[in-house]
């Protein structure tokens, strides 16, 4: 069923980003609405497609973005104007997307406050009065409203003041008076805004001042020699807040944690991870390196039953040794409070969650032993997974337990990877020595060999029946077609900072050849790469995968 018709009599929403990752903000997105596709039976993994529906139009630039990392396709903006069915859709949308601060109803839109206005008007009796009808009685709070300010772009206090707000409204008092409903300042039912856009403004006041040897003078004005600029908000909006993203960041902040490591990867990238696979309720995920497993717990937070192994058993739990007591690699990680977490382990973290339901197993092995079905009893018990998420150990934060054979030349002397991990894991060495501490990209990737062999063994197949095989019998995916979707693969690849996407596609690309083997199509096709830059000489990428049909 092609629902990309429901675009066809669709509504223009604002969606306003958080500060935080501009580089993955419109990845996020797109697969959010992939999701929503699958929701309503309905695949597309085709990403520029997803960005056509969308119809994404960029208002507001992200100063703060870098410009290393970004390209017209995903841009640095803070604002933008999308394209979506409907208000349950932009909902289910938000859910997903922890760099979203809201998706919100677009009123009115202009470039000046009465066009704005005239706007709003047009479209009252079509948008605004239906969220608004009449009601009587105690339950009028139900309509209640208020207004929130958005200034973007403006030096020192970027809000109003009360009499500069007041005045601002009365603009839009014919619409407001009209709307059924009181005000409420603490608890409001709707969230109204009201936006200005001034990053437009510094923007072309930057290009006059470039173009012009005069300065602005003391007056409200820019006088050039061809222009006169007033000192203005370049864009209006008004509209309703319908969804907001969640607090990730906070809600699953690592301080809190009960179980953390030294590479466990913080929420929001974790939730990155969860939600380039597109997994939901339903769906089974596997992590093979899960560490203190806070891929997992980003995956079951979004509705996943999630499975859990690493080789290195004591990151899962503690050892007993010969006299009785216990040993764990994360048990004397010291907080910043001084505390430990002597008998934590990674199932603590569910618990703490409220999310232990969804984990089904957790337990010690090598990668290796999801090959082919040649694992133990509890590797055996899972056939299928509908997506496969990962930080590989390449050894970029802890000592290598099988290094390559070449070696790396630190400060021009060649050492072992094992040796130069090691300074890399001291606190007191550069950071300008990461790069050089680095294996090749192709290197990196071959490292990868027997992940995609798991991952074309294991990972769902789009067919017409679903055969999967849980440890607890099939869960029905709710709100899914019956048809079973192709699964993905999501890893992330660390590199030296300046690697091309091109150079990373390439090289996965590559691997997915070598993998299938000789005289056969690739069972993995790469959808895309993204970098998160995590300093000035490593980034990261988060690459994402789809099984396919031989």
């Known amino acids: 069923m092609d629902d990309t018709s429901s675009f066809t009599n669709s509504k223009r929403y604002l969606v306003e980003f958080k500060g935080i990752l501009p580089s993955m903000r419109m990845m996020e997105l797109l697969d959010s609405l992939a999701y929503y596709f699958r929701k309503v039976n309905y695949c597309i993994s085709d990403e520029s497609k997803l960005f056509n529906l969308l119809n994404y139009q960029p208002l507001i630039e992200d100063i703060t973005a870098s410009s290393n990392i970004t390209n017209d396709m995903y841009s640095g903006s803070i604002c933008g104007l999308i394209t979506l069915p409907d208000d349950g859709s932009a909902r289910l949308i938000a859910s997903r997307c922890a760099l979203v601060r809201s998706i919100i109803e677009v009123w009115g839109d202009g470039y000046t406050i009465n066009e704005t206005y005239k706007m709003a008007e047009r479209n009252f009796d079509e948008v605004i009065r239906p969220i608004f009808p009449p009601i009587d009685g105690p339950n009028k709070t139900s309509n209640s409203w208020r207004v929130k300010f958005r200034r973007f772009g403006r030096s020192g206090r970027s809000g109003l003041d009360p009499a500069g707000k007041r005045a601002l409204l009365l603009q839009f008092n014919s619409i407001l008076r009209r709307l059924n409903g009181e005000v409420d300042l603490l608890h409001p039912s709707h969230d109204l805004v009201y936006l200005e856009d001034w990053h437009s403004y510094q923007h072309t006041l930057n290009l006059e001042v470039a173009l012009s040897s005069q300065k602005k003078n003391k007056t409200n004005s820019l006088t050039t020699n061809n222009t006169s600029l007033e000192y203005s908000s370049m864009r209006n909006i008004l509209g309703r807040i319908v969804a907001s993203g969640p607090n990730i960041l906070t809600d699953f902040s690592l301080k809190e944690r009960p179980f953390v490591g030294t590479t466990t990867m913080n929420p929001v990238s974790a939730h990155l991870t969860a939600a380039a696979a597109l997994v939901g309720k339903g769906d089974l995920v596997l992590d093979p390196f899960c560490g203190t497993a806070s891929l997992l717990i980003a995956a079951a937070n979004l509705g996943a039953d999630v499975v859990g192994s690493d080789v290195d058993v004591e990151s899962l739990f503690p050892t007993v040794l010969p006299d009785g007591s216990s040993r764990s690699k994360n048990g004397n990680f010291r907080r910043k409070d001084g505390s430990q977490q002597l008998d934590r382990t990674a199932e603590d973290n569910f618990d703490f969650y409220g999310l232990r339901s969804r984990l089904l197993d957790l337990f010690g092995a090598d990668v290796a032993e999801w090959m082919h ?87 769902t197949c789009r067919s017409n029946n679903n055969s999967r095989s849980r440890s ?19 890893l992330w690849l660390p590199t030296a900072a300046g690697t091309t996407p091109e150079q990373v596609f390439s090289s996965l690309q590559k691997l997915t050849f070598i993998t299938s083997g000789v005289n056969r199509s690739p069972q993995l096709k790469v959808l895309r790469v993204r970098p998160e830059e995590l300093n000035d000489n490593l980034w990261r990428w988060l690459c994402v995968l789809e099984r396919v049909e031989e």
């Open 472 to 490: 607890r019998g099939e869960i029905s995916d709710s709100g899914t077609d019956s048809t079973t979707r192709a699964g993905r693969l999501v």
């Open 373 to 459: 079905g040649g694992g133990g009893e509890t590797v055996n018990k899972y056939q299928k997974f509908d997506a496969i998420i990962c930080d590989p150990p390449f050894g970029i934060r802890e000592k290598l337990t099988s290094p390559p054979a070449a070696a790396i030349s630190v400060s021009g002397v060649a050492t072992s990877p094992v040796k130069a991990n090691e300074l890399l894991n001291d606190g007191e060495k550069e950071e300008g020595i990461k790069k050089q501490l680095l294996l090749s990209l192709d290197e990196q990737v071959a490292s990868l060999t027997i992940l995609f062999q798991v991952a074309a063994h294991r990972l």
